[in-house]
């Protein structure tokens, strides 16, 4: 049941895209959004069923892995060892498997998917881009799915590349067709420098893993998890960089973000929630996954320059978002910002560093997802997302709204009993306490730089509460005082709202899933 649950999670939405396609227009434009909500619903609730099953057998999902400086910490998936496997021969004459696999670490990541994707598809039940076309846009985001998902489930290097790769096209067309009506070409530019700096970062990921086959002759991740590439200098070192080049530029890690404010500035609502929801997750996961467990030794020269450009892309997203003027534009910069936390957290290759990266990975997935649907809601109302053309006393005249959004930003900023809390402060606890290998002294003042961040973080979201949210409503005439939260939205918000909470009060629920002591 499990493999068939699996192989429905990957195959189903590409199908159902494809039925949407073969429908009559007038009929496929009728009942897209009713069939894509089914269908990520049903997919929602098969993952969860999955996962369940994973945690009633007591999945083992992670193994101690060695390198040449002695034993790995246990939270690193060293050792593929999931409850469901599905390994068939591909391409054998170059030796490609269609090989998925998923364990504790990947299973969270494919339950976020299914989640957004399915609260994606019911806000498009009432609330779609002004261009239309719901029935392309519905089949977009279930291909999108499809990739996401079998890169997350992806136990082959190829096919975690092919499936890398299927992502960029639906979302290229998402960002270029239904992005911001008011500027064509600023969302096209967008799209194009989206689709560009992807391909160059997956272009070093794939002569990465070709290096890495030259090395040891396969890649199967199970395989390499068990005998990884000893060594920190030469062929092991530079597929090492190139992996985490590629992967860097879709976290994104400063300075390889570039495309990033842009693509969510002209992105529609459900584009941004999913780019930033779980395709930055993508280049995150992969470094967890892939250079981790496969390439210890060179992971570990390199893991000081990681955290160095983790660090300066935690001060830099902080910065760049105390000049913004614009919500999205701001929100997209506060992801680079908190992809730079989970970039260190992965660089200091401690047991609390990868925890707290593999939690801050699913908090920021909700809760940017939150605060780019409620961002969306604040720019249907007024027409623009620009905070000088909004105004301010948000409260007086979207007071659930606005309410929302101050909730979103106090769990983005890292409130205590909110879901943005934990990963960040295991983050710091991990460059506090590094890989005994790693430089301490280093990681020590990396940790006050990011811990700097952090207060960044704060000043600028609590500055954006006080410009949109206070303020006197007289100064507004009444017809500033739009239609507040609708019921489409209410529901649309409320499961993100909520895991925000049980993931603040509850951290275990998820760290039980990594943690071996």
Known sequence: MSQSLLIALVAIPALTAVVLWALPVVTGERVAAIVGSIVSGLLLVGSVVLWWDMGRLHCPCTFVGTSTFGPLPRTLPGKLSPLVDIDVSWIPSLDVRFHLAIDGISMPLITLTTLLVFVCCVYSLKITPRIGRVRSLIALLLVIETGVIGTFAAADLVLFFVFFEVVLIPMWLVIDIWGDDHDRAGRRRAATTFVLMTVFGSALMLLGFLLIHRQTGTFDLAFLGQHPLKGGHGIPLAAAVLIAVGLAVKMPLWPLHIWLP???AKAPTVGSV??????????????????L??????????????????????????????????????????????????????????PEGLNGALYANLAHGIITGLL?????????????????????????????????LTYACLASLGLPGLAGFWGEMLILLGAYHPADWLPRSTFIVLMAIAGLGAVLTAAYFLRLIRDLCQGDPAEYPATAFAVD?????????????????????????????????
């Open 262 to 264: 842009d693509a969510h």
């Open 274 to 291: 999913l780019l930033a929801g779980v395709l930055l997750k993508l280049g995150s996961y992969g470094m967890i996954r892939i250079l």
């Open 293 to 350: 467990p496969v390439l210890p030794d060179a992971t570990a020269t390199i893991a000081p320059y990681l955290a160095g450009f983790s660090v300066v892309a935690i001060i830099a997203g902080s910065l760049a978002c105390l000049a913004q003027t614009d919500v999205k534009r701001l929100i997209a910069y506060s992801s680079v910002g908190h992809m730079g936390f989970i970039g260190l957290g992965i660089a200091t290759m401690s």
């Open 372 to 404: 780019f649907f409620l961002a969306g809601a604040i720019k249907d109302r007024h027409d623009t997302s620009d905070l000088r053309t909004i105004g301010r006393a948000l409260y007086a005249r979207l007071p659930r709204i606005s309410g929302l």
């Open 485 to 517: 939260l609708s019921r489409i939205e209410l529901v649309t918000f409320a499961p993100l709202v909520l895991l925000t909470v049980v993931l603040g009060l509850w951290p275990f629920t998820l760290l039980n899933e990594w943690w071996v002591v």
